[in-house]
Structures are given as C-alpha cells and as structure tokens.
DNA sequence: CGGCATGTTTCGCC
DNA sequence: AGGCGAAACATGCC
C-alpha cells in the first residue's frame, strides 16, 4: 500500500464525496462486516480523515476506515489518483472490486487483486504512532520514547505505532539519507546519529511528498531489484531481510 | 517456475 | 512479562 505518502492522496481524492449522501454499498463479505457496513446507507459523507497509513470517511456518526495494505487502490468518480501502484498488477478487473459505494453525487470503489484490503466501521486507531507529516520538533520527541529499544532501526521506524506511516521504501530512503544501517540496534545509535535521523523523516516526507510518493526516492523500485550501486557513491547496494521486509542500501555510506 | 512484492497480525521463543 | 523474529495471509508479476 500506499505508504503515508500515498494515502494522502487517497485522503485528498475520498474528500470529494464530502457532502454526499450514501446510496449503496457493495462489499466482498471477505473484507468487511457487510451488514455492519450496510447501517452506512442513507447517511451523509460529512469529511475524511488519515492518520498514517489510514483512512477513513467521515459519515454521520460513524466512521468507516478504508485500509488498503499493499495493493489496494482507490478510485473515486471513476478516477485513480495513483492509477498503477508500484508492485501491483498492470490491469484492473472489474472481481477485483472489494467495495463500491455509490453516493448522490459520485461513487468510490477499492480494487485489491490481493485481497487484503479492509473497511472497517468506527475503527480504533489509538495504538497508532505519531503522524509522519507531523512537526520535526514532535517526531523527535516521539522517537526519543524509544532510545532504549534493541529492535534494528529499520524495524523501529516501521512500527506503526511508534510513527504512523511509514512504510518499507520511505524507511529505506530515511536512513540513506541519514547514512544509517539499517540493521543497526536502535539503542546503539549515538546522539549525533539520532538527531540526523530524527531530522532526515521530515525531510524525506515532504520531499518525496513533492516528488509525488515513496517510490521517487534515491532507492527508487529500479534500484531495489536488480543488483545496483549507490546513486551517491556508485558502492554495491545491499540486500538484507528485516522485520521481514527487504532492506536496501548502500555498504559505503550507511554505517 | 521460484521467488518476490509500498503490509499487518499472530504465534512462538527467549 | 515484554520484546523480538518469523510465519501466515492471497495473488500477480518477473
């Protein structure tokens, strides 16, 4: 899925059924609590919200979280604002569809060929971490929580509940901008190095925020595949498992 | 065809 | 008890 980055975006695209009433709703039984999500017909879309990776509409009182895991994509009065996902299939089928819900004005449908897309009405979302669009300031002070944590800080920084949001390549992007190893023990990160990590989220969020999503970075998908060199160094990148995710980076620089 | 993929939850094992 | 790593989930693509 869409990463924090991208979620944003859906955020942004769900926004225009603000104002609109709920017609139908159309769910795959294997996603959602369909008669739970039936109670949502007749009631009004009355905002949208995201925090981390998630999202939800607003309706009149109630909330109904989409969440989009890996291959989950969002379309809104028939248009996607991310109209391929990276790693996700080239072609869209109609069986796809885990929800469609048409409105009094417009519709919203999710295609997830992997079917681990989720709808799920008035979610809890209180274990999650800070936002990561949030204040440095703030991020710091989240993360300074954790400074005794022997987990790697890869894994740390893909802990949703302590940052929500982010995801596998805008981890990997923050430490290479911040010239850490991935598999370095949390707690063994100087003060120094803690506040260059610290600093280098805010940094990456927005500039890849600008740039358009979490697959615009230094470590772009064409880079994570194939056998590659550090576009600053020209040093062989490095692939190792982590949290069960692979980690890319460079074994020059990130130390 | 084997392995891998912007993710979360669950299950064991320390 | 709490924290960590690996497996499980489902399916398409290279």
Redesign the pocket.
């Known amino acids: ?3 924090g ?2 979620a944003e975006l859906y955020a942004g695209a769900a926004a225009q059924l603000v104002g609109h009433q709920i017609i139908s709703i159309d769910v795959d039984d ?1 996603c959602a609590d369909s008669m739970q999500l039936a109670t949502l017909i007749g009631r009004d879309i009355i905002g949208v919200k995201r925090h ?3 999202v939800a509409l607003v309706i009149d009182g109630a909330q109904l979280e989409l ?5 989950g ?1 969002l379309i809104v009065n028939g248009v996607a604002p ?1 109209p ?8 869209e ?1 109609k ?2 569809d885990r929800l469609v819900m048409t409105t009094s004005k417009g519709s919203l449908r999710v295609n997830d ?4 897309a ?1 709808f799920t009405l008035d979610p809890d979302w209180s ?1 999650l971490g800070i936002d990561l669009m949030a204040d440095a300031c703030d991020l710091q002070k989240a993360l300074g929580e ?1 400074r ?5 800080v890869k ?2 920084l ?3 509940r302590v940052i ?9 992007e923050i430490l290479f901008g911040s010239d850490i190893d991935p598999r370095r ?3 063994s990160l100087t003060d120094d190095e803690f506040e260059r990590l610290s600093q280098q989220i805010s940094l990456t969020v927005s500039e890849l925020g600008a740039r358009g ?3 615009k970075g230094a470590l772009h ?1 064409g880079l ?2 194939a056998r590659a060199q550090c576009p600053l160094d020209g040093a062989p990148l490095q ?1 190792v ?6 980690a ?1 980076f460079c074994s020059q620089h990130q130390r």
């Open positions: 899925m869409p990463e980055l991208e294997r981390g990776k998630r969440y989009f895991a890996m291959t994509r991310i391929a996902l990276e790693y996700g299939p080239s072609t089928r069986e796809w060929p992997r079917r681990w989720r274990m954790h005794h944590r022997t987990v790697s894994a740390l893909l802990d949703q929500a949001g982010l995801g596998n390549m805008l981890a990997d023990q949390f707690s999503g979490s697959h998908p994570r595949t692939r498992t982590l949290a069960g995710r692979t890319i």
